[in-house]
């Protein structure tokens, strides 16, 4: 089974502190998504990566960066944490160039949830 | 730009009944690809169900089937005989088939809860 591993459940973070998001899978996918979900938002899309050092901005890529430098890992990074990014941060990963491809559905991890004090 | 919605927020059914969950979906392209995703209390997000725009017939898996009306660009799950385990988000997604597109657009969600 595919296993997409976010490094923390639960974040506390002050306003201004950096904030890494660490996210890690372990079944080679080329892609990887950082989305964003809130209540009665749904989940958006902050930022993708199909191949190590590509990134593509998401629909939300404002005062957020990412960093893949491996291809299992995948990094959110809030370079000034602000209030309004307390939110539930969700990675995905997924095989192959094709969105849709039979054999390559998106693989979720369980969720990082973020309250910036 | 490609808009999904999902105008019930929460529905509610009792164990072994039958119920529906709607979608709609705005987009000019005529190729693409519609899911739903369950998101439990312990947040893991799961496929529940992919149907291909272009293939007329609806996509099942087991209890879970899909309504898919390609003119009205509406897309509902239907979950039958439902079980308590059903209790979850249940999100609706788009995406089409461009060569790098790689993002799924979801609805806002509609939160499911199966009572005994």
């Known amino acids: 089974d595919v296993k997409v591993t976010q490094s923390s459940r639960y974040l506390v973070k002050r306003t201004g502190e950096k904030v890494f998001l660490e996210c890690v899978q372990d079944?080679?996918?080329?892609?990887m998504f950082w989305y964003r979900q809130d209540p009665g938002l749904g989940l958006r899309l902050i930022y993708f990566?199909?191949?190590?050092?590509?990134?593509e901005k998401g629909d939300i890529p404002e005062g957020y960066s990412v960093s893949r430098e491996k291809k299992e890992r995948f990094s959110l990074i809030l370079e000034s944490a602000s209030t309004n990014q307390t939110s539930m941060y969700l990675c995905?990963?997924?095989?192959?160039?094709?969105?849709?491809?039979?054999?390559?559905?998106?693989?979720f991890g369980n969720g990082t949830r973020l309250t910036v004090t | 730009a490609q808009t999904v919605t999902q105008s019930q927020p929460e529905m509610s059914v009792q164990e072994a009944e039958t119920v529906t969950l709607s979608c709609t979906y705005d987009t000019s392209e005529n190729n693409y690809y519609l899911f739903w995703y369950k998101q439990p209390p312990s947040r893991q997000m799961i496929l529940v169900i992919r149907q291909e725009a272009y293939k007329q017939q609806n996509a099942t898996e087991n209890r879970f089937s899909v309504n898919f009306q390609k003119a009205a660009k509406s897309f509902s799950l239907k979950i039958s005989d439902s079980q308590l385990g059903d209790t979850a988000m249940y999100f609706c997604a788009f995406s089409d088939r461009g060569y790098n597109t790689d993002k799924l657009i979801f609805g806002t969600g509609t939160r499911l809860q199966v009572f005994p």
């Open positions: 995905a990963s997924r095989y192959g160039r094709v969105v849709s491809s039979d054999n390559s559905p998106l693989h």
């Open positions: 990566s199909y191949d190590v050092k590509m990134k």
């Open positions: 079944m080679d996918h080329e892609n």
